[in-house]
């Protein structure tokens, strides 16, 4: 599986945390399932597409920020609401800032507001709007182009970013040059040039010479 596509059925995407749930004060198997669940992308090396049908809020929104293509119906509505609560999103903080930027996710965790798809969109917490009847067809189009791409690639250049995402650039610098080396030597490499000189699709050797 070269992709993997997160959706919803029904006409709520993600209401949040199960209000009803008491969050143990120690660390836990509990606590420990919601950091994987709500911070999976900060570390996945697979391209994940979110297809978001209906009204997204509290930790929803920190799960399609994990996300690395957004599609969303025209009209949805978000909200980091957790603040209503008497709460804060704590575990989704991170993956947020990097979605949006650490001071719109203050601003958005502090006022609590509901937020449309527009301005989800222009905080880049979204890639694409789409009509509503169009939204399963546009995201299974952008998952099923990701899914035949060059895998080898694709798994260098998100773990070159995972390994990059907090390095000073003395550092980053020979990580770049490192993962350049790797990249141009490689067989999906020859095979995208190859291609291009032909006019043809690629057939990448690393998703067995199928073609793309």
């Avoid at 669940?37 to 509290?58: H, S, Y």
């Amino acid at each position: 599986m070269g992709c993997v596509l997160l959706d919803a059925c029904g006409p709520l995407f993600c209401g949040g945390l199960d209000l009803e749930e008491t969050l143990p004060a120690e660390p836990s198997e509990s606590n420990e399932r919601h950091e994987r669940l709500f911070t999976f992308g900060l570390d996945f090396r697979k391209p994940v597409v979110a297809a978001v049908q209906g009204p997204c809020l509290g930790a929803g929104v920190g799960l399609i920020a994990n996300a690395h293509v957004v599609v969303a119906s025209q009209g949805v509505q978000f909200g980091l609401t957790e603040i209503r609560y008497g709460f804060w999103p704590f575990v989704t903080h991170r993956a947020l800032a990097l979605a949006m930027g650490e001071r719109r996710v203050v601003e958005l965790s502090l006022t609590g507001r509901v937020f449309g798809a527009q301005d989800a969109l222009q905080y880049g917490l979204v890639h694409e709007l789409t009509p509503a009847f169009e939204l399963q067809e546009r995201a299974a189009a952008v998952a099923s182009r990701l899914a035949w791409g060059s895998q080898e690639s694709t798994q260098r250049g998100l773990g070159f970013v995972q390994q990059s995402r907090y390095m000073d650039w003395t550092v980053a610098g020979p990580l770049v040059a490192e993962m350049t080396l790797l990249t141009a030597g490689s067989a999906d490499f020859a095979e995208g040039v190859r291609a291009a000189r032909e006019s043809r699709k690629p057939r990448w050797p690393s998703l067995g010479g199928r073609p793309s």
